[in-house]
């Protein structure tokens, strides 16, 4: 988040998405859910609805429950 933000380093959200999906991939529930929600949004990333349901399906799967009950809470404004 602080290279989207441009916190301590120069704004590049673009490095920050890429950073957010490999640590997604290696199965990290806090960046599965930012995934999930950069991509439903469409915030500095083509907006692809399905993928960021599937990464906030993920993330509500995973054994972070501050992470389950935030992507619980995304599903359930996107009507999934």
Request: charged letters at 30%.
């Amino acid at each position: 988040t602080m290279l989207e933000k441009g916190q301590g380093a120069r704004q590049d959200p673009a490095r920050a998405l890429t950073l957010y999906r490999s640590a997604a991939e290696l199965g990290k529930p806090s960046s599965m859910i930012l995934l999930g929600r950069r991509l439903c949004s469409g915030n500095h990333t083509p907006k692809d609805l399905e993928a960021g349901v599937e990464w906030l399906r993920r993330a509500a799967a995973s054994d972070d429950p501050d992470v389950q009950r935030a992507a619980k809470r995304d599903l359930a404004r996107l009507g999934r």
